[in-house]
């Protein structure tokens, strides 16, 4: 059994282990204070461009988006979303056990447009009873989406814009930015979100590292007291130190994007084979991850070689399912299962 | 600088990094539900002599406190606790954050008894006004608690039957657990520990893992959906194995409690230093926890060579401070700081 | 200028003010324990034919659903409503203040389904990572409606029956209560209230009270500790008694049909005078709100004599708006209102 | 048998209950945006001296101490409160059900002083481990206290200077505010709880309303977006004008303060029959309740006429009780009672 169903299936990337092996008995301070931590933020901020940005790190998405959000609202202010964004959907409700209301729009592919809050934002102001409904004052997005899709440069800069103008942060959730910045088709870089974003953090779960997101922090106002909430929040790692040397290892040398590019390359080539195969996508994309609609019983057949995950019924006899690539991915395996595929379209 | 001020200076056992490498890329499926979980569950349940508990592995004392809390009460419910208790003075708010009162009692070395559970209980049975007050609904103790003490076996029975008779949950933070089970005054185990909580964590972060505690539930109210509060409050991890192989290497030849009667042997030998030395100790403890009161004069010449914590002032010239070993410690750093104070004794 | 926007612009029913007045130098207990709210809920729990119910007495409705939601649920588990529901649009997010994601879902005219609610809870079920979403537990429903319509009550008794299938409880908003048992299209009573719904509630700010809500709880899970939830929550009044003697003048002599009767007959007049001069309605509905679509030029011209509320844009020149009816509206200006409308039908 | 255990014993001043008479069928806008609430908000920022400041109505005093708390506080903050505070004891912890920590301090006669404030931020500040604790960010006193007591001038204003000195906000709850200004030996006015406070309320509910609590917010911070807050925790009521009216009757012509001198000279003359038959006080004061320690013989032949409340156990055979006078209170009861002390006095 060959598992594709996610990009955790898999420990670290071996020059993470043995980074955190080479420094395992050091000694340091606990709770991200250590050298190590202040290093890998070093790198983060030298990646971004700016020197002025706060980096901190926390352990899991979920987590992160919890402490980010409750750290920035008021309680009567809610964070606009998509419908299919992780913070609405695959969260067990984290965001509201925080107090706060997502204000879900619909999607396209996984995304939203700067219209979108324009009028949003538009209908509160002109609400004559705007104090009986919650005030939009964050936009969260996620990029890569949850269908695999980037943000092009233009979009991104069009939401920052609307953000600012209606007093709205931008919190860019990157669990998989990796994958992102790594694809053929991606028009973004790390200094324009650290300029775009409020905040965003790159993920390390998904992207190599045994766990661990790097919160970045533009503005200011969301600076302040951070440690704070992320002790209440419970993300304070008492060795975080862990957290710094797995960052340290993923950006001293180009690690992030090396593994994110090998992860990417073989989806294009995976998603090719769907395509040859006559399996049409759900939402197009070149980032890790890849949704082909296939016939119900040729799904099962494959499930019994691979680890997949089910993504959403498109009719009677067809779902959508997901396919991930990760650094950790063989291309081997890659190739045997084009050859299934291959042979499934003979069979079709 | 050799650094004492806490057990997590280190990263984990060389057994458990060990074992980390081992399985880093295995596949597995995330969040817990992988075969390395399970097992360790298994070991878990074996150790308490009770198959019907459930175990389930979170990242951090802070976020399982948080967790097993919210997951129990209702919203008109508070935690009884030390006034010293952990979730009380250091988790900035933690269990407030989730809408519940800590109901703070005054301690006898970080303990509280049956009797002031009792009290409290009867005082709210009686109060005309009882519902303009929190509902007391779970008592909250530690073990080893803040000032290292130990529960006795009366003790721990005791307030288990006080829980019982008022209908209340009886909650045992165990992050230094291994401390206390090794310690030479130890009356405890694992199976009483089981049977007289309605749910206790068995600490992994400071007593040999990277990271990780065990949730152990035998109340089968508790036991209900807890996954959903875990993922909620941000602790399930996303490669939830990670726990799981940390926790086998604990328990499945018996290193947990051998690492930790290291770290109690090299206490118990730093501790009959100071006391040659002439400097007492704030509270008595066999534990991994040492709390000397000194001269701040002396302290501040310690502080060149070696790494302690502050606990509180004692009097205008004198403060009490925390050294801990650890399953890291080496038995040479602790030779040295004895000679230190030998000197230092000499000089008085 | 004559208000027509909302229920609440006048104070209470003469007969209510009357009581508060006869009452007024009585001394009594506070908080609800006297014997005005005893013989209030008393007269309720035999309009619904069931002295098993508890009954509570509110002060407001927001204030209401959220003491109700947070009394029922457990942290990760949300309410399902109509996308249109009081609690999802007009609440600045009360509910998610306590913890708890609202599951919204398309309405018809203001109403789900039995379907809808069997739909998402097999979704729930069905889902591979289940505990990573919100575990739907309650459904909430207002009858009447925000559209003024009604469930009728094969719709209520299949709500409640795929409640009760799937565990979840039912939660009846009845903030117009009265204009909805006495419209003509009306199909429910109390007593059919009481056996199908969980709870709900039957409001009085909007029927002839200065203000106040009766909670009315059938499931035993429910009644246990509410007290303590409306005082945590703020709905505890000192003057408890007042919420009393108001419900008793409801109750005892069938003031609150009576007068709930007055305010849907004038609906109906003004609703057939809208249609007469040729405005549609958003919705239908025999209740005291009425939903005109109107060309916004006549509406501007109307605005300059009558007070009434923005709905929603239909088309470029047309938008919907509100005209509610009460107990306190007169005969004489709704003709008024009438005649006006026959002159803008000549107009057209 | 006549009540004195509280100050909400009665409905309202009959000259409030006229007033709502008078407007009873008025048309007024709802939610508190009417006429009636803007014309209380002038008088009583004229009262106030200051005409920058905000001024809104709520419903009750745990609803007013709740929305003012969340709406100032960020999550890692808590509120500094006497132990004896009624945020801290008797509002069955509605303050931490919106997520916060209230700070205790001993207490003298109800009070707290600046050093114990700026003890306690100290502490923080220097606490190497200060992001595990919950931030110090708004003091919160009762004047009168829970003991009846009152703040001098002088104590009030270093409060307020040392939560300046440390950016805390100072949040004074009035609910029995006129008893306190209008007693004998009172050194505050309003004007000076205006400039000393951050945010105060101004207590109807126990001074001659139904039922109201006028918030006066001065500080610009908290000012903002407070409207939402009201409405989000429950507060903001349907019929918001009968918040107004009542504050008009209490403060156009000076009816508040002569109200509370009625209460406050037959609790003065109480008093002095207290002590007259030889039982003691429990707190010295002047304000409309009374805490006499008497032997638990008398109280309960005492009970057998009277209503009054337990306040707590002194010594075995003692305890101490509370007597409230009100606005409502009738000279001839006072005499009454005191005919039964004096024979009490010959009967010991």
Redesign the interface.
């Known amino acids: ?3 594709f ?2 990009d ?5 990337h ?1 020059r993470v ?1 043995e980074k ?2 080479e ?9 991200g204070e250590d050298g190590h931590c202040a290093r890998a933020a070093g790198l983060i901020r030298k990646a971004c461009g700016d020197d002025t940005l706060a980096v901190h790190f926390l ?5 992160t988006n ?2 980010v959000i ?2 920035a609202l ?3 202010q ?1 964070v606009i979303a998509a419908q299919t964004g992780h913070i609405n ?6 965001v ?7 204000l879900a729009l619909p999607h396209q592919d996984g995304k939203i447009g700067a219209a979108q809050v324009e009028a949003l934002c538009e209908a509160h102001l002109q609400d ?2 705007f ?5 939009p004052k964050m936009v969260y997005i996620s990029n890569p989406t949850e269908y695999g899709t980037l943000y092009g440069r233009k979009e991104l800069e069009e939401l920052s814009a609307v953000c600012r103008k209606y007093g709205l942060y931008l919190f860019l959730d990157g669990a998989r930015l990796g994958y992102g910045l790594a694809a053929a088709d991606n028009e973004l870089d790390l200094p324009c979100l650290a300029a775009c974003c409020d905040v965003f953090y790159i993920g390390g ?2 992207v190599g590292a ?2 661990g997101e790097a919160v970045v922090i533009s503005n200011d106002e969301l600076k302040k ?1 951070f ?3 992320i ?9 975080g130190r ?1 957290l710094g040397v797995q960052f340290e290892a993923l950006f001293e040398d180009g690690l992030y994007l090396e593994i994110s590019r090998h992860a990417d390359r073989l989806a294009d080539k995976l998603r090719e084979a769907f395509r040859q195969a006559g399996f049409p996508m759900l939402a197009e994309s070149r980032t890790n991850q890849i949704f082909p609609v296939m016939p119900d019983a040729l799904l099962k057949e494959l499930a019994g070689r691979y ?1 997949f ?2 993504q959403e019924r498109v009719d009677e006899t067809h779902s959508a399912v997901r396919f991930c690539t990760s650094w ?1 991915t063989k291309e081997e395996n890659i190739d045997r299962l084009i050859a299934d595929l291959k042979r499934m379209r003979q069979a079709v």
């Not at 955790?8 to 670290?12: D, H, K, L, Q, R």
């Not at 002790?231 to 060795?239: I, P, S």
């Open positions: 059994m060959i598992l169903q996610c955790y299936n898999e420990g670290a071996p282990m955190l092996l420094t395992n008995l050091e000694q340091t301070v606990g709770y352990v899991g998405g979920t987590q919890m402490t409750a750290a008021r309680p009567h809610g959907c695959h969260e067990t409700g984290a509201e056990s925080t107090g706060h209301k997502v004559a009873s104090e009986h409904t919650v005030q779960t998904k045994l766990f007291d440690r704070y909430l002790k209440q929040k419970g993300g304070m790692l008492a060795k862990l680890g995950s089910y950790a």
